[in-house]
């Protein structure tokens, strides 16, 4: 167990619906990641926090909407989602920003109908 | 942006042989080079990784080398077995927390 926790692990969901995925760390880790693992393709970075602030929206759609309350917890608020956001979700996060360890959360599958 | 590419992008060994796995970068700045492995249905994690200051390092069974003048960089398993079957993600970084990963290989280990 490397510490990083997502919930929920499956989720399935209209176009219409309004959902959020949750990322918790009780690492003492200062920074936290949202990647999108789709298949045959590189893990893409969405977005990053630093100390709750975000540093970094790598050009990721509004739709996607993320919330970081504390060091401990990431949220990945969705909204009017499109098949093609169908993916494995990852969270992460590192002591800190820079050439430290990633540690990744178990993911949560994302299947929008 | 950094661009990793990585190949191949599938690889079948048999038991005890040898798996080489290579990435090339473009970004000449970048410093820091891991590997994760992601077994089937669990999360990504580091096996190990090389900063650009040395030109390989050794892990038991696993092996990286850098080559800074031609931007790649290599996995080497010996030995392998079983449960070296996975998915193998190489990333590259330049000074800053953001991870460029390559598309991933999947090795297979035959019995």
């Known amino acids: 167990e490397t510490g990083v926790t997502q919930t929920p692990r499956h989720l399935v969901m209209g176009m219409t619906n309004k959902k959020s995925l949750k990322c918790e760390q009780h690492?003492?880790?200062?920074?936290m990641y949202w990647y999108k693992q789709s298949a045959k393709k590189p893990l893409e970075l969405m977005f990053v926090?630093?100390?709750?602030?975000?540093?970094e929206n790598n050009s990721v759609p509004s739709r996607f909407s993320p919330e970081c309350p504390n060091s401990s917890h990431l949220f990945l608020h969705l909204h009017t989602l499109q098949p093609e956001d169908s993916a494995l979700y990852l969270c992460?996060?590192?002591?800190?920003?820079?050439?430290?360890?990633?540690?990744f959360g178990q993911g949560t599958r994302l299947t929008v109908v | 942006g950094e661009n990793v590419e990585q190949h191949p992008s599938t690889l079948s060994v048999q038991e005890g042989d040898s798996a080489v796995i290579k990435c090339t970068y473009s970004?000449?700045?970048?410093?820091?080079f891991p590997w994760y492995k992601q077994e089937l249905g669990k999360r990504p994690q580091l096996i190990i990784d090389?900063?650009?200051?040395?030109g390989e390092k050794k892990d038991q069974r696993i092996a990286v080398t850098l080559n800074k003048t031609a931007k790649h960089f290599s996995l080497h398993i010996t030995e392998t077995q079983p449960e070296d079957s996975a998915v193998y993600f190489c990333?590259?970084?330049?000074?800053?927390?953001?991870?460029?990963f390559g598309a991933g290989t999947t090795v297979t280990v035959r019995a």
């Open positions: 970004d000449s700045a970048s410093n820091y």
């Open positions: 990333a590259a970084s330049a000074n800053d927390y953001k991870l460029s």
């Open positions: 090389i900063r650009s200051n040395v």
């Open positions: 992460a996060s590192s002591q800190d920003t820079g050439w430290t360890e990633a540690f």
């Open positions: 926090y630093n100390f709750k602030e975000q540093t």
């Open positions: 690492l003492g880790h200062n920074a």
